[in-house]
């Protein structure tokens, strides 16, 4: 406290000029406009800068959760207008496939959609893998599809708590059911390495009618994927080793270079048909003694 007093002391006119300024001030911007407008524009352009700056921070603290939304959006979007796509190509041979067309729309309601970040991916190897930041306790389990809005990314392959291990398209291992979309014929996605935006879809028959540009989306054959996911476009085909299938040249929708936000398709229904079938078996299964 006496080293207080004694520094109040010692500069105590410092305190007096500092007051004496700031009474000088408040009568030069009182009593005077023309030094009273300079003040009032001063502070408004501090008070908007102020908020621009707010604005501009808070724009971008929301857009992960922007990100999220257009990704689930834009996944939504592209299997409704798979479903309508095959909904007019059914057209041309029937008079009314409106009804069913409906049906199908309703069916995405079958299909809960559990966002989620990437927070590491690989590239450059032949087993990539792919790790997001949803778990179990987010509903998230074993061999649920995983995909982005701009189409197909993978399987969930490992669950933890909070976090899971997802074997993307990108993986020698990966095999997804594949479909020229609008044509009826279906084959089984391959990546064999190489560049990061090529794959390819074996076991295409022989008969098949396709041509290059065509689309291949996910074939709905599996509990995985819903119907109509995009997976890209057909750049050219050869033959199988055996000869006796198209081999499809796809180039990827899916960007995995650059993948932030992505969705895990969690299809209650086919989950309870498959429960439901294992019971099933369970109770046919011959009982021991």
Same mark, same amino acid.
């Given at each position: 406290?006496?080293? @207080? ?7 105590h006119?410092?305190?007096?000029f ?5 009474v000088?001030l ?13 003040? %009032? ?5 501090l008070?908007? @800068?102020?908020?621009?700056t ?9 857009q992960?959760e922007?990100n ?29 496939s ?17 966002p989620? !970040? ?6 450059n ?33 490992m669950?933890?708590s909070h ?14 059911s594949?479909?020229?979309r609008?044509?009826?014929? %279906? ?9 990061i ?13 396709f041509?290059?540009g ?16 995009l997976?890209?476009?057909? @750049?050219?085909q050869?033959d199988? !080793? ?11 929708s ?11 398709i ?20 011959p009982?021991?003694?």
């Open positions: 406290m006496r080293n @207080l007093i004694e520094f109040l002391k010692k500069h006119y410092w305190f007096v500092a007051f004496l300024e700031v000088s408040f009568m030069v911007f009182q009593y005077n406009n023309y030094q009273g407008s300079v003040w %009032f524009s001063s502070a408004n352009y008070t908007g @800068l102020t908020l621009e707010d604005a501009k921070l808070r724009s971008f603290a929301g992960g922007a999220r939304t257009l990704t689930e959006r834009n996944l939504m979007l592209e299997h409704e207008v798979s479903l309508l796509r095959e909904q007019l190509q059914e057209e041309r041979t029937r008079n009314d409106t009804y069913q067309g409906k049906g199908e729309i309703a069916n995405l309601k079958d299909y809960k959609l559990i989620a !970040k990437v927070i590491s991916n690989s590239v190897k032949s087993d990539n893998l792919m790790t997001i930041n949803k778990g179990r306790v987010d509903g998230v389990h074993e061999d649920m599809g995983v995909a982005c809005g701009n189409g197909v990314v993978g399987v969930v392959y669950v933890s976090y899971s291990v997802v074997i993307p398209a990108l993986n020698i291992k990966s095999n997804i594949c479909t020229v609008g044509k009826g014929y %279906f084959g089984y996605l391959h990546w064999n390495g190489g560049p935006d090529i794959a390819y879809v074996d076991d295409i028959p022989r008969h098949a009618s041509e290059k065509d689309t291949i989306v996910t074939s709905g054959y599996s509990s995985l994927f819903p119907p109509g996911i997976v890209g476009t057909i @750049l050219d050869e199988s !080793k055996d000869g006796l299938y198209y081999r499809l040249k796809v180039q990827l899916t960007n995995f270079g650059n993948i932030n936000d992505v969705c895990i969690d299809d209650a229904a086919v989950r309870e048909q498959l429960n439901l079938l294992r019971q099933a078996t369970d109770s046919l299964k009982k021991r003694d």
